[in-house]
């Protein structure tokens, strides 16, 4: 395959995951708005945040009554993975000043997987943009459309969106589950929240659950699954 192909081949992949991913956003306004967020407050999130798993943790926490402060702290914990990815990124794509400050805004799960794969920069920098801005186009459109849909059905109990936080944050959760690491790290952070539901105010079981997950994330040594794929 030519360079020029296997850069097309590339854009198109980063393109067809960004539709796949960006799609999803639907869910994400839809749950905003019958967690209490209006229409705009859904799409700020989306626009400014754009990492899907804290912008589910938001907007769970707000949704079950608890504080926003625990629900921003939960967000952050969890996103706290797109700093290491960057720190990975960075080098591949080779970005300085102005450009490497508006390409961190881009590094989410997919833009980085379809990034690390590459050992030529032009390849590394094609599977970053397409996907990046694929997704963060579609997954913006489809906040806003999955928001007004939401604000149009009214009352969210009466069709039991307000359950759908918990399965959206679980549809984004178990792609992931894919290493002994990783699934014992979910066990251990559903138990500790669960065990601290009837104990603490709405928000705090999940922002315990994220330190552990961020505790074996630094503390825990490569997994043995990760390393013979």
Known sequence: MTADATTRSIVRDGIAVGIATGAYGISFGAVAVASGLDVWQACALSLLVF????????????????????????????????????????????????????????????????????????????????????????????????????????DPRTYGLDAAVGGAFLGLLWPRLTTTRNRVAALLGAGVALSLVPLTPAGVPVLAASVVALGMALIGGPDSEEEAS
Do not use: C
């Open 51 to 154: 990492t899907g798993a804290s912008q589910f943790a938001l907007v769970g926490v707000i949704g079950s009554g608890g504080s926003p402060f625990f629900g921003a702290l939960s967000g952050l914990l969890l996103g706290t993975r797109n700093t290491l990815y960057g720190l990975k990124v960075a080098p591949l794509v080779g970005w300085h000043g102005p450009r490497k400050v508006a390409a961190a805004h881009l590094v989410i799960d997919e833009s980085s997987a379809m990034t690390l794969t590459r050992t030529r920069q032009d390849h590394a920098r094609a599977g970053f943009l397409s996907t990046g801005i694929s997704v963060f186009v579609l997954w913006n459109l489809a906040t806003l459309a999955g928001a007004l849909a939401g604000d149009a059905l009214g």
